[in-house]
């Protein structure tokens, strides 16, 4: 059984930095991604993605050149460094994994591409 769990979420001041975590199965030539959902009853927003087979990553526009993922394959763990927060990124978090697949731009994104999911950690900032 997949179980995801995600940690590294608190309080931060606009301008500050965190580092999500995400432990998760090892499974090869997978996607991972990183959600979050901004506000109870609103779709969870797909922000960053890596392809665990090649590396290659793919960002929202609301975070590319702020946010950074990555993955460890030998601790099975996904990360999310979070630089220059705003206000705006104050959100429950979310990863997601896709086994053994690949994506492209017009699924990488969507919430129904991804088979499994952690619980989430909340990431508040403040001014």
């Known amino acids: 059984q997949v179980q995801l769990m995600e940690s590294g979420g608190g309080s931060v001041q606009a301008g500050g930095s965190l580092r999500l975590s995400c432990v998760g199965s090892?499974?090869?030539?997978?996607?991972m991604a990183w959600f979050r959902r901004q506000a109870p009853g609103r779709e969870r927003e797909g922000i960053a993605?890596?392809?665990?087979?090649?590396?290659?990553?793919f960002y929202a526009d609301s975070v590319k050149g702020r946010f950074s993922v990555s993955h460890d394959s030998a601790s099975n763990t996904l990360f999310l460094q979070m630089n220059n927060l705003k206000r705006s990124d104050t959100a429950m978090y979310y990863c997601?994994?896709?086994?053994?697949?690949?994506?492209?731009?017009?699924?990488?994104?969507?919430?129904?591409?991804?088979?499994?999911w952690g619980r989430g950690t909340q990431v508040t900032v403040s001014s």
């Open positions: 090892k499974y090869p030539y997978s996607t």
């Open positions: 997601a994994l896709e086994p053994f697949q690949g994506t492209h731009e017009g699924n990488r994104f969507l919430e129904r591409t991804y088979s499994y």
């Open positions: 993605a890596i392809y665990t087979g090649g590396g290659a990553t």
